[in-house]
Every structure is written in C-alpha cells, then in structure tokens.
C-alpha cells in the first residue's frame, strides 16, 4: 500500500501567536477552520507536493484528543500523518503484524468559506508508540478541499516536507520497529549537533534522533516519549531557500544538509533539509 507523507501538526496554545511567528518567517499559511470537535482550530501551511504543516491550537477550553498536552505546553511537532488509499486496509495490516490500532475514527472541520472537509484517520501501536508511528488518514472530500498550496511558498524553493525528526530513547529499538513494519532501509547515521545520533532512512521521510545527553531532547523524551521533536522542510537548493527566508548555517546531515529557521520561539524544531 503507497504511503504518502501527509502532514504533521504543530502544536501551539495560541493559534495567531504561532502564525505570526511562521508570518515572520515568510511562511504565512490559511486560516483552516474549526474541528469538528469544537474546541481546536487550525491553520495549513500547504506545499506544491500537497504535505503541509498543520498549526493547531485550542479554540476554547475542552475535552478533545488532538494532542491537548502538546498544544498547552507549545510543543511544536506533535505527531505526523501519513495519506492512504484504504485506512481499513491499513488498519488489517498492522493488525496482522500484532500491533493494536485505534480507529479507524471519524473527523472534519469546516472552512472559514463554510466548505465541510471530512476524513477518516487511524493511530497505531500501543499507547507509548502512538506518536513515534505514523496515524493514517483517507480522504471523505477531494484532498483540494483540504490542503492547497499557501501563497507563500507556492512555486518557491520549499517543496514539502522532507523529513519528520522522531527523538528516541533507543534508536536500534526505534529502527528495528520502522524495519518490521515498514520495510525500511538501513539507516545512514552521523553525529549531529544539538540532536546527538540521526539516523535517516534513504528514501524515506523519517529520522530518528538519539539525544546523547542533548538536554532539549532529554527534557522533550521526558515530557512526551517517543515522538516528533523537529519537522524539516524540504529543498532541492538550500542556497536559494536560505535567499528566500531567515535560516541559519546549514550544518551536516545524514544523507544532506539541514539549516534551522532563524526563530527562539522554534529553537531547533523547524528547519529545512537538502538531500542529496
């Protein structure tokens, strides 16, 4: 079944806070509207290759699941999405290689222009592997409805998602899983500063990143598990993303080269990878 990296949510408790920050960084993404849940809303930075970045926030106070801890807490990635053809497929399959799933579950939101968007989506694994594991969404309404690209980027040297970072406690452990239930290559590793040992599975838009004794990844496994601690942007030229937006010096990457957003409220969870 084709997987394609869908979306990762970046949690914030302030949802115009957290856009004027992304504003700032020249990525001013849409307004999308309010869950169905009632209490979070969301806008889409959306890319050329349809993934985007989803920044979510609560609306008002309330009982809901779209990762209430990370948002109160301004975590930033929160978890990451997948698109699939058949999410009950997909369900079976895991189901079959002995891991639980919940779902698969019902969700929409509508626009500010009164569109309903509406999907069905799936999380994976038991409990302490539901953020390190891809949850699975298929489209109910034409993925147009859902994600186009944002004016800010459209047609400009950021393409799309290139990597989720997922800091872990044990990255042989962490490659084992992606290996079983994904069939994923061998890792390529280097040393990274600020993120200790990355592992970058060639081809695939995940690395896993072993903190080392890095504090802000320490603290980060502490208060949340295994999970999305950094979400890269992708480039074909990172000399002309860095033209284009306020990054940092890029610094060696396994199979490329990553540059950070030029931002303190970021820190290193936002940056931008060029793979060769």
Known sequence: MSRTLDHVPFAWHDLEEITAEFDRLGLAPDYGGVHDNGHTHMA??????????????????????????????D???????????????????????????????????????????????????????????????????????????SDSVAGGPLTGIGQVVLAVPDLDAAERTFRDLYR????????????????????????????????????????FGAGPCACLLATDDLTAAREAA??????????GRVAFFDSDMLGSRLGVVERT
């Open 75 to 149: 975590a930033g990635p929160a978890a990451w999405c997948v698109r699939v053809p058949d999410v009950a497929a997909e369900c079976k399959r895991v189901i079959e290689a002995g891991r639980p799933i919940r779902g698969p579950l019902s969700d929409s939101r509508e626009r500010e222009d009164g569109t309903l968007v509406e999907w069905d989506r799936a999380e994976f694994g038991a409990p302490d592997e539901r953020r390190l594991l891809p949850f699975a969404i298929e489209d109910r309404t034409p993925l147009s409805s859902r994600i186009a690209p």
């Open 246 to 255: 306020p990054l940092g010096e890029p610094t060696s990457w396994p199979e």
């Open 184 to 223: 994923y290559p061998r890792s390529i590793r280097e040393q990274v500063a600020g993120f200790g040992t990355v592992a970058s599975f060639p081809g695939r838009p995940v690395a896993l990143a072993a903190p080392d004794g890095t504090a802000w990844l320490d603290d980060r496994l502490a208060d």
């Open 44 to 73: 889409v930075l959306g890319f050329d290759d349809r993934s985007y970045v989803e920044l979510i926030a609560e609306r008002e106070p309330g009982d809901h699941d779209f990762w209430p801890r990370h948002i109160r807490a």
